[in-house]
């Protein structure tokens, strides 16, 4: 099964533990696999090296080169017109209709409210975890 990870939910992860960092765990068990594009990856590494300027007891350079490693990577899918309220959260929406995702897991307002684009489910952490135990 393909996710694609929102970059609220992966730079959480990286800083901090909880269910953000939980869906990560599950990546690593090999429950899912973890679909991005170029521009997913390189928004993960924008907003977690500006983030670690505030948090120096942070690396985040061994998650990153972890998840360009390890992750899927998929040219997106040409969407058109704009699908969310922000145009910056079509990058999801583009790589995960473009890996055929069965989900997109977020915390962002802007996408959770699309419900089932594509066929595609936008759940938060916790749903996430939820379907997956």
């Not at 694609?4 to 690593?28: E, H, K, Q, Y």
């Not at 899918?77 to 999801?92: H, I, N, T, W, Y």
């Not at 977020?106 to 997956?132: M, N, W, Y």
């Amino acid at each position: 099964m393909n996710v694609v990870l929102d970059t609220n939910v992966v730079v959480s992860a990286i800083f901090w533990p909880g269910d953000d960092r939980a869906c990560l765990v599950l990546w690593a068990r090999r429950r899912f696999h973890l679909s991005l594009t170029p521009a997913v990856f390189e928004e993960y590494c924008e907003v977690s090296r500006r983030l670690s300027r505030e948090f120096p007891q942070v690396n985040p350079e061994p998650w990153l080169r972890w998840i360009e490693g390890k992750a899927r990577v998929y040219e997106p899918a040409p969407l058109g017109k704009q699908r969310s309220r922000d145009v910056e959260d079509d990058p999801f929406l583009a790589a995960a209709l473009s890996s055929r995702a069965r989900y997109i897991v977020s915390k962002d307002q802007d996408l959770l409210v699309l419900g089932k684009p594509f066929g595609v489910e936008i759940l938060r952490p916790a749903q996430f975890l939820a379907r997956c135990r």
